[in-house]
DNA sequence: TTGTATGCGTTATCAC
DNA sequence: GTGATAACGCATACAA
């Protein structure tokens, strides 16, 4: 199957002169005659040489790789923001490796050990819901390769992070539902063991705070990530004695669509009787009715402030900056399903 | 930055032996003996010891590396193909490498290039929409590298194709309107350049001759890709002396959704006036009102089928099987939006 | 401007 | 079993 492909050795010995002057070529470098070569590409190109990367980058030290962990590729959130990570990427001549954990922490470690073996230069990584330490990700520090993590971060780590301010946003869309008129928020919230979901939660307090709202213990509920948990959460909320006004579904925009089937179910208007907020700006949001306001996480956006982050660092790799943090303003989406007032 | 690593030279050092047995060792090779494996084991987690798989892969003549080509990787049904070669792949000990063309055939060119630079032992490629040569395509088999198309293929090629049989998936959802009572059936049909919606059509056309209806010239619209194309080819076709009772889009939920927007707003009742089925089976057409009946890609199994085509084609490499193709058959999701009988 | 020599880290092929 | 050595393809310090 596999042929043989042409080497620097090649070229030549076709022209008669030695490998080095080829390498010097290939690499636009002045140190070689300007007519030998023309010559040199012309024949390479007549070869059809292509170079051998792996090579070359064992020679240089790096690989001009960058490496991705991510629970799943094919969420909408990490597909986009892998999308942002290539699209900047690939104008410098970056590849990626991109690699699942599948929301498990020994895959994640797996994954990690993987990239490391590579060669990569960067290590790019989202981490799992169930990651209970951070011995793996030291590790990619020890080898010297840089490490950013995104959206899902271990703070006390201090590496480059680029991440939504999730307090400020939730801050905002709470804010939002008092400005409408509702009074008594409720929270689906995520596991708090994720930094993002404590931020959300946060939010949700300090806006409760400015606005004067007291706390009610009894409509904060947790582990709702799915629609069905969202429906779930939902009918306790609702048959409570004294139902919630409005429910925050910080967790995620299936959860907020579980919300919105269980209250049309039990009859509870949207968003007169009930005001319905989700979080990450799904496609569908826009397509229920009433149509879903939730946050829009700028994934893509995201995804090339990684890769930028990344370039920065290695321009003045001098400058000792090891723990810059970058935080991305989600964007609230208003919509129908909490909108009262004009 | 960069701190240097350890080598399996430094491993015999500590342990006064030869780099080989480290190497060997470190292969699990059984022309070592049992305790001084043990202890190189040992030794090499003890120095935080990771293999260098450029040195590998160079050394051995290929990358155990997957080159993947795809218009957009934050596009579901790529996102969700992706997901199932990664599944199927990391079992293996491969590798990931992913580029968007970008629906560019120029971009597509490059990638392509890349990927032989990286000396990835398979590539796999679904063709951007204007590609219009395949030289690259070419390139790559003279570079002795597997390559595989998946979904948008080029039929002359003869390389391995995993495709979807969208022309029977055409054929059973056109069956099904028409058993629906559906008699005017309108089709959106895809750019005919890309294989899959020729195909798409040819399957309408089967199923109008198998029960004998005739063909209707001014019920077949081009260039409906976008929800907005799918909104503004319905406002035409119901503005029609006859409209049709059922629309087709075989080009995607998108263009779907636009039929379910204009149909709604000049009051037209789905699916009892007017029937409605889109193509990919999008998260939104479960969620839409009426929902929307479609056809479901398979797409997490086209992206495992791919890798297990590959490793199936490595294993007897010694068979020349240079053009076997697999067809998945899509599945028709009915829905509400084309159900009139029970 | 060009050629020579060496090394990147690993593995395969010999000998012993 | 183990060690010495060459080779994978390329890039660079150095010599010429």
Redesign the pocket.
Known sequence: MRK?????????AKL????????????N?????????QLILKTAAELN????????N????HSKTIGIVVPRINQNFFSNVIAGIEEAAYQKGYNLIICQSGESHEKEVKCINTLINQQVDCIVISISADSHDYKHLKNVIDHGIQLIQFDRVIEELETLKVINDNEQASFEAVSHLIEQGYKRIALLEGPQNLNIFVQRKKGYLAALKKYGLPLIEELLLENTLTKERGAEATRKLLNLPQPPDAIFASVSDFSALGVLEVATVMGFKVPGELGILGYSNEAFTELTSPSITTIDQCSIEMGKTVAELYFQEMDNKEVITDHKIISIKPKLIVRSSTLRKG
Chains 1, 2 share one sequence.
């Open positions: 043989k492909r042409t080497t620097i050795y090649d070229i030549a008669n002169i030695t490998a080095s002057s080829v390498s010097r070529a290939l690499n470098s002045n140190y070689v005659n300007e007519n030998t070569k040489y292509k170079r051998n990367t792996l090579a070359s064992l020679r240089k030290g």
